[in-house]
């Protein structure tokens, strides 16, 4: 059975860091793009960054130069390290395992809250 299992999250500073953890087991982590969204309340779960299958790394807008992916993780962790954090990162974050074939599934972790007061 696979599992996504994110720590990490908590209260943050304006311009302060988080590292947030996702562990993943159960999963051939080369059949997926793995990496992090975000959903903050009334809004819709937007992708933060993500590993691709082909070793490279696909941040959003709002992520580069603040926030950074690792994705060489033998121990099958994907660890993201935010800096300079500003209230509108401020939601609940969810790792991802996203399968490059059809015929495998999604899956989610069950999230993690991180709150930067404005």
């Known amino acids: 059975q696979a599992q996504l299992a994110e720590s990490g999250g908590g209260l943050a500073r304006p311009g302060g860091s988080l590292r947030l953890t996702c562990t993943i087991s159960?999963?051939?982590?080369?059949?997926?793009?793995v990496g992090w969204y975000r959903q903050a309340p009334g809004n819709q779960r937007e992708l933060v960054a993500r590993c691709l299958a082909d070793g490279t790394v696909n941040y959003s807008d709002f992520a580069k130069g603040r926030f950074t992916l690792s994705c060489d993780n033998p121990k099958k962790t994907v660890p993201l390290e935010m800096n300079n954090l500003r209230a509108e990162d401020t939601a609940v974050y969810y790792c991802n395992a996203d399968p490059v074939s059809s015929l495998l599934r999604t899956y989610w972790g069950q999230g993690t809250q991180v709150t930067v007061p404005s």
């Open positions: 159960g999963l051939l982590l080369g059949r997926y793009n």
